[in-house]
């Protein structure tokens, strides 16, 4: 076959513990987008790693354009023409986005880097998504969702035959989505093979033209994406038959039984992030926060977490007026945060996940009043058990575990602790279909037993599926407030639009 | 994904991490005993004498404990992230506190040993106070007591060599407890202090978290500056009794000599004992064994007659080797190249 641009045979990946991958063939033709799909833990990231030389393969053969290869680090991969951008957005934080976007390649006159070129090209790389952001500013300062559109511009940047995108999109909205889109399906029509991994069915559908499904490192089947319909789908990954799992309903405000205020923000802001506003949470509720890519959801999270200290306003726990200084003081109120950002803020990587797990528990009951190994033990499995945590021992270093794991190890961690208030900024990022309506349901049966809920997350669809009120922010103000049956996706696109047109 | 029990089972249980960590520095100490149970065979020599034992393996324990006291707390500082460059000037602060207060007619001795502590633990939370509290870089803030703590020493002790001949303060670092020398008694009663300290309690964990992402540890509620701060005042009070055996060894306080360059040689072991100087997992036993593989190494020098100039560069190599045998890097490459070969 001529049209096959990359042939994977046979590939075996064993960690310790894991046969993390066991005899997967691939195939990739020139020309096609190409989704690759599986739970948290089939073994998505690992075939790309090992095609891409971050992994040593055990077996297997791999042919690109009719010659074997065997790339030993990402840099020979990028040097054959594979060019990635990895689940965990691995860029340098310290470095500005212009040089994130060069390193490695920065255009150079007699050994001497030109940065006014590696300026003028990662502007261009930019652009290509529709972005225009200053690539001056260091990359650290920016949102996740940005840093992740850094990585996808790196990548595209690198003239490359073969382009593997693990995840891209996992913390992107509607807008950004389909910009990427737009240059993939380009760069499918200039030849280029594109493997797209994503936890998304409407991306899969939208933009694939081939899925492979990998379940428990095995292949389970390669098929045409028209012919295959969503349920089929489904059914394929999780290995049984998918009507058996159902959505988290929408409790209808069910929570609301439960009555009374629990936390009030009263004028809470914080200059240069977010202005003043009200937002109250009821017991039992959840509330979200939905508004695009910088319009200061995540900055109020962590007003109310703590994590930055408001400038303006006060927040009411029970009634009374409470000072949250710091996250401790806020986890003593009862608030528990997972943040957008779980490499950088969530896991403790070299850490067990029992450590993990226990962490913000033991940090509660502080230093002295240690738990037991018994004890850690004990909810450790529990944990690992209701959430579906993939992993060969309660030992394992919480970084040997695939992302979606990760992030169930820290919603783990939260959900031990017992908050009253659960702070959940993109608390399904990375997760499967079917975590992800475990983790729904979880969630009902807590807001059922009293607690409430902020909830942050990109994808519209869920925040309105979830949320009984909807608070909706644009460029850090709130803009309006939906409840009960005002939430739908509509409602809040409108509110944001109608506050663009007012500006 | 497979569970592949099969594969863990062939190996018995996974061996515990901290196991795994003392392989490299254990074989290394016992090669370097094999090489002088070959070549010098005076190194094995143990004689009982007035009901002590003596030899160059007592000689090694001996001479090794303010290293091994010193590792203790810099293998908590380490684990945060820092690193303490002052704990040798404290030895000659806490040693110049106690000699100057033991000639002092009628005081008590368990004040002495009190009050040489305390000084010590003074300096570990100006540390503390420095690094975890306003947050200087760790090298740069114990480089202050690094430079300025021999000054206080000399400023305690007036500028002189204070000489002592209390009975009391000369057992801490010359007298035998169960025939063996007692500085060997303490370091394994703060070995076993530590332990306890750390894992009975949750300050292992909040240490070996802070060091591995201080964020993240943060937000899950811990007080990243409470952690910090006290591996500093616990490394200050580590110095202190090393302060003690090293002034009583010599029954004499020098502010200029005492503990002079030992920072350097506890980081050391602390490194090859497996603790990351980036922080996060730390390995007491493997300090400790670290601590007595430096020590072995300057006695068996010492006993080969290696002049003292040229002693330092076997100690570098030896060093290096058991740094690289535990880079995972490293090992990496030298299974590919041995995976090649036959290719
Ligand atoms: N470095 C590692 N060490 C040990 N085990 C690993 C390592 N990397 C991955 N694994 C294991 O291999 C299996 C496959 O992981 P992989 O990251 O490929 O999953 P994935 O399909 O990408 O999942 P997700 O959707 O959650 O990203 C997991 O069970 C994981 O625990
Ligand atoms: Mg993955």
Redesign the interface.
Known sequence: MADVLLEMRGISK?F?????L?GVDFRLRRGEVHALMGEN???KSTLIKALTGVH?RDEGKVVLDGVEIDPRSPRQAEELGISTVYQEVNLIAHLSVAENICLGREPTVFGKIRWGAVKRRAEEAMARLDLRVDVSQELSQCSIALQQMVAIARALDIRAKLLLLDEPTSSLDANEVAELFVVMRKLRDQGLGIVFITHFLDQVYGVSDRITVLR???LVGEYETSKLGRMELVSRMIGKDASKLERGEKRAAGGKAAGGVFVEAKQLGRRGSVSPMDIRIGKGEVVGLAGLLGSGRTEMARLL?G?DKADEGYVEVDGRMVTLG???Q???LGFG?T?ENRK????????SVR?NII??M??????????SSREQMEIAGRFIEALGI?T??P?QAVCNL?GGNQQKVLLA?WLANEPRLLILDEPTRGIDVGAKAEIEKLIGQLCEAGMSIVFISSELEEVVRTCQKVVVLRDGAKVGELEGEQVSEEAVMQTIARHADEA | ?????A??GSVGR?MPDWLVKLIWPVAALGLLLAFNLAFTSLFFRLEWRDGHLYGSLIDVLNRGSPVMLLALGMTLVIATGGVDLSVGAVMAISGAVAAQMINVPGMPFGLVIAGALAVSVLAGVWNGLLVGIFKIQPIVATLILMVAGRGVAQLITGGQYTTFTDAKLVYVGNGHLFGLPFPVTIVFVMLVVTGLLTR????G??V??VG??E?????????SRAVKFMAYVFAGLCAGLAGLVAVSNIKCADSNHAGLFLELDAILAVVVGGTALTG??FYLLGSIVGALLIQTLTTTMYMRNVSPEIAPVPKAIVIVAVCLLQSPVFR?QMR?IAKWRPA
Do not use: C
């Open positions: 064993r310790p513990g894991v046969l993390a066991d833990g089939a073994g040593m428990d490192g095995r977490f994590v710091s996250p401790k806020a986890i003593r945060f943040p950088t803020e969530g896991i403790v990587p070299h850490l450590e962490l913000a033991q940090g509660r009951r502080g230093m002295w009043r240690a738990l993939k060969p021992s030992e695939s961690r | 994904m497979k569970l592949d029990y594969e863990a996974p009975k309690t949750a300050l964990l909040f070996e978290s591995d992402n964020k993240a540890t943060h937000y899950a509620g811990i007080s996060g997992r990496n590919r």
